[in-house]
Structures are given as structure tokens and as C-alpha cells.
Nanobody, 115 residues
Framework: QVQLVESGGGLVQPGGSLKLSCAASGITFRYYPVSWYRQAPGKQRELVASVSNGGTTNYADSVKGRFTISRDNAKNTVYLQMNSLKPEDTAVYYC?????????WGQGTQVTVSS
């Protein structure tokens, strides 16, 4: 049974940083692409960043230069380092992976950027 568990969200002031974690069980992350999505109130879920099984990364234009996705294969965990946070980054952040055309999601972690 595949399970993804996000953590690391919270309340941070504009310009601050947070590091999100996505820990996996029931799947070996290193063999699959992993993505971070976010969903703000009243908006559709959007792709924030992704990392392929080969390590290639991609970012939404809105977060390029501020967010970094990385993976620790030994810990079976993927991270999202978020710097220079803005109020518009406020959302629930979700981890996602796909195995054999089946998508798996975590429960999400809330990130609130506010003074």
C-alpha cells in the first residue's frame, strides 16, 4: 500500500523560508517521478515542481529561483525548499507520484505566508 506523508508546513512571514518533506512508504521513490502541487482557496490545483527518476527538475514560472525540489533516496523522501516566500504562495501543498499510470497523493500540508 503506497502512502505519502507531507510535513513541514506552517505560518511564515513574507520573505521567509520553509522546507516541506514528503516521506513515502510502499513505494521506492527513486524509481518514479515525484511532484509537488499546491491548491489555494477557490483555485485549481497547480503543479509547482517536479523531479524525474533521473533527477531532472522542472518548476512553475512563479517559483523559479525561489523553490528547490530534491530527493534523498536513502530516506525515501522528497523535499521542497521554499525561499523568499510571498503571500501568493499560501496554499495546501501536496506530494504526488505516479506508478504504472496510477497516481498517489498525500494528505497535504498547509503553508500560510502572512505578516
Amino acid at each position: 500500500q503506497v502512502q505519502l506523508v507531507e510535513s513541514g508546513g506552517g505560518l511564515v512571514q513574507p520573505g521567509g523560508s520553509l522546507k516541506l518533506s514528503c516521506a513515502a512508504s510502499g513505494i521506492t521513490f527513486r524509481y518514479y517521478p515525484v511532484s509537488w502541487y499546491r491548491q489555494a482557496p477557490g483555485k485549481q490545483r497547480e503543479l509547482v515542481a517536479s523531479v524525474s527518476n533521473g533527477g531532472t527538475t522542472n518548476y512553475a514560472d512563479s517559483v523559479k529561483g525561489r523553490f528547490t525540489i530534491s530527493r534523498d533516496n536513502a530516506k525515501n523522501t522528497v523535499y521542497l525548499q521554499m525561499n523568499s516566500l510571498k503571500p501568493e504562495d499560501t496554499a495546501v501543498y501536496y506530494c504526488n507520484t505516479v506508478r504504472s499510470t496510477v497516481g498517489y497523493w498525500g494528505q497535504g500540508t498547509q503553508v500560510t505566508v502572512s505578516s
